[in-house]
């Protein structure tokens, strides 16, 4: 079983960054694709991030490219989101999710567990 909880969630000033973490209490996490999603008010879920079992392959949507970076240490059952040059577009609640298979990598739909989210909030 997944149990997902994020963490880092906050305010900062625009340019600014946070890292977010995602800690999972099963015992599978290698086995998994790992995502992070992105939901502000009045808007669908949008994908950020995805990175692959061993973190060898990684994956960003175009708005965050070049800014945000995902990383996994399957030793600590844990994924990260490090959010640098943040913007008055990136506040929404973050939440990780997590899925066995690669493909359709930033369908929401697709996964399977999911965290509770956490909030990040931008000021200009």
């Known amino acids: 079983q997944v149990h997902l909880v994020e963490s880092g969630g906050g305010l900062v000033q625009a340019g600014g960054s946070l890292r977010l973490s995602c800690a999972d209490s099963g015992r599978t996490f290698s086995n998994y694709v790992m995502g992070w999603f992105r939901q502000a008010p009045g808007k669908e879920r949008e994908f950020v991030a995805a990175?692959?079992?061993?973190?060898?392959?990684?994956y960003y949507a175009d708005s965050v490219k070049g800014r945000f970076t995902v990383s996994r240490d399957n030793a600590k059952n844990t994924v990260y989101l490090q959010m640098n040059s943040l913007q008055p577009e990136d506040p929404a609640v973050y939440y990780c999710?997590?899925?066995?298979?690669?493909?359709?990598?930033?369908?929401?739909?697709?996964?399977?567990?999911w965290g509770q989210g956490t909030q990040v909030n931008v000021s200009s």
């Open positions: 990175i692959s079992w061993t973190g060898g392959n990684t």
């Open positions: 999710a997590a899925r066995r298979s690669v493909t359709s990598y930033s369908s929401a739909h697709r996964y399977e567990y």
